[in-house]
């Protein structure tokens, strides 16, 4: 499992709010270029998602399902395609949040997408690439919400 974590000078309802909107995700990410809820309905445990993403020239969809939803402490979904558990924990700190991004295999992704993983397109390392992505991620949501 990999996590990043950072304080954020927001009241955690300020944060949750970012978090939990992923038609925004775009705006921080350096992959996923944003989602929208499936059947226009969101927010809550058991909805799902389609995230779009870009590495280079490559451009992908995946569809998610939300397995936690503990406003404002906890968001935690499920992504079909890789087989990898994304989530979120929010903790109040001295009028601020500390923001935990994280993520975990929860089993082998199917051959199709193996076999795009070990040819490089999605970056020799592609488990590196990620937690600095998560990374960058906390950081704009970060200054996305010190600015709200």
């Known amino acids: 499992m990999d996590e990043e974590c950072l304080r954020i000078d927001a009241p955690p309802r300020i944060v949750w709010e970012l978090v939990t909107d992923i038609t925004r995700y775009g705006e921080w990410s350096p992959e996923n270029v944003g989602g929208h809820w499936l059947a226009g309905v969101g927010g809550h445990l058991g909805a799902s998602f389609r995230g779009l993403n870009r590495h280079g020239l490559l451009h992908w969809a995946t569809t998610c399902t939300v397995v936690e939803w503990e406003r404002p402490r906890r968001f935690t979904f499920e992504v079909g395609l890789s087989r990898m558990r994304w989530g979120y924990r929010l903790a109040p700190e001295c009028g601020g949040t500390i923001l935990c991004e994280?993520?975990?295999?929860?089993?082998?992704?199917?051959?199709?997408v193996l076999a795009l993983l070990s040819t490089g397109f999605l970056g020799r390392d592609r488990e590196g690439l990620m937690v600095e992505g998560m990374r960058r991620t906390l950081r704009g949501i970060k200054e996305a919400a010190e600015r709200a």
Do not use: S, V
């Open 102 to 112: 994280w993520r975990e295999h929860i089993g082998a992704p199917p051959a199709p």
